[in-house]
């Protein structure tokens, strides 16, 4: 049975594998996971956008990709933190989440108007 495969991440943001956990502690203790976060208030509810490089592949069995989904990119609002998220997506290199979260704030800002 293979062992569980982690990634840290080298000087340009690239995945490198590893099946060492303390070299993944060293790295998350020395390195920040967080690729963007921040709070967005689109027509007057407040929404939580986050980016970030998982230290896994956290590709899902429905999920086809030739290489592995190590960053996500989720939108919660006050009602989805009790269980769920607004949105979700998962992204194969730095560059993709960069952009996939810009993305995600597109269509945070298209949402329609709730009703009265």
Not at 16 to 41: C, G, L, M, P
Not at 93 to 112: I, N, T, V
Request: with cysteine.
């Amino acid at each position: 049975m293979k062992p569980f495969q982690f990634y840290i991440l080298d000087q340009n943001n690239n995945p490198v594998a590893t099946e060492d956990i303390i070299e993944v502690a060293i790295w998350k203790h020395h390195n920040d996971s967080v690729v963007r976060q921040q709070y967005e208030v689109v027509r007057g509810r407040t929404y939580f956008i986050s980016t970030v490089f998982l230290m896994f592949d956290n590709r899902s069995s429905e999920e086809e990709c030739n290489r592995p989904l190590l960053w996500e990119t989720m939108i919660f609002d006050e009602d989805s933190l009790k269980g769920g998220q607004v949105y979700k997506e998962r992204y194969a290199s730095y560059a993709d989440a960069l952009k996939g979260h810009q993305e995600a704030l597109a269509y945070l800002r298209s949402l329609p108007s709730e009703p009265d």
